[in-house]
Nanobody
């Protein structure tokens, strides 16, 4: 089992920045990748970005490329999502996910464990 806890969400003005954190605990050594997804009100959950086990490879959705950056601190079992130049359309609940089977997966089915989510609200 793997447990994921996100933090760092909040309210920010358009153009601002936030950094989300996701701490993993449990049987994390067998993981291949960690990802971030988001779900806006009335919409399906969508892929944001992902990072591989060693932290040297990332992949992002086109909607956030160049604005968001994923990194990880392996020693602390923590993944970060640095969000810059935030837009109102980035408003959503952001979820951290953990994969045992895929590296750099972009679909929900690629991930085995999920956090509870953290709310990000960007005001115009």
């Amino acid at each position: 089992q793997v447990q994921l806890v996100e933090s760092g969400g909040g309210l920010v003005q358009a153009g601002g920045s936030l950094r989300l954190s996701c701490v993993a605990s449990g049987r994390t050594s067998s993981g291949l990748a960690m990802g971030w997804f988001r779900q806006a009100p009335g919409k399906e959950r969508e892929f944001v970005g992902t990072i591989n086990k060693s932290g040297d490879n990332t992949y992002y959705a086109d909607s956030v490329k160049g604005r968001f950056t994923i990194s990880r601190d392996i020693a602390r079992n923590t993944v970060y999502l640095q969000m810059n130049s935030l837009k109102p359309e980035d408003t959503a609940v952001y979820y951290c996910a953990f994969s045992l089977r895929y590296g750099l997966g972009v679909t929900e089915s690629s991930y085995d464990y999920w956090g509870q989510g953290t709310q990000v609200t960007v005001s115009s």
